[in-house]
């Protein structure tokens, strides 16, 4: 199992190994865009990894597990300290893996699965034994895994090009007088090609954006009001509309797995 340091790089591809393991322990790290031949399992025990992908910003909240597609083009950034597994898979076609980016809750039995896998030794046999057990316990998890809401569609028509995801999106009339475009026209373009009326997408914008300040301990006043929500209470009842929990709720699930 490679212990990573932030400024280590790593090819899974390379080993020539069906199954590779990696821990580290990063307070900032930026992997830069690449892609792998493998596909990887990412689980973070404390702080928030942003993903990024070519038409879709991702957030991984702490004790949740990311199914990263082989060949997928992603950027995985990292910015509070980070106590993470990876777990790299050479799919096989039998395997009933999610054909696109997922985030899923992480029940004990797959954390479990998860931590043994990824600090199991490089050449361990996978194929029978304990390594043929602990592949198919994760694999049976990963399947039957609760999907979480934390994948952000993002426009790609150059007229948007401007529009920055760290930040809080304007508002839709705003952002009509920046662009130079009607408010038709940018729902239009928002529809087409994400899926989403813009201010459905802004909302999953703030949701994405909440989970990260939570993860970081901001109390809910402060998360309330850099959202820009009109009070405590209304985004207390938006965050449980998105999520089925309270952010209190979300915090201390997240809390008790660790």
Known sequence: MPWLKSDDSFNPDSLGQPVIGIAADLGRHDSGLHQHEMGQLLFTQSGCI??????YLCMLPPTRVAWIPPRTLHRAQMTEAVDYRSVYLKVAPHWKLPTQVEIMDVTPLLRAALERIATAEIGMNWDSGVGANLLAVCLDE??????????LPLPMDRRLARLQTDRLPPSLGVLATQVGASEKTISRIFRRETGLGYQQWRQQWRLLKAVELLARQQSIASVAFDLEFASDSA?????????????RAYILSSTSKT
């Open 235 to 247: 985004f207390i009842s938006f965050f449980k509309r998105m999520t089925g929990h309270t952010p």
């Open 50 to 55: 942003r993903i990024m992908l070519a038409d």
């Open 142 to 151: 990963i399947s039957a895994a609760r999907r979480e809401p934390m994948l």
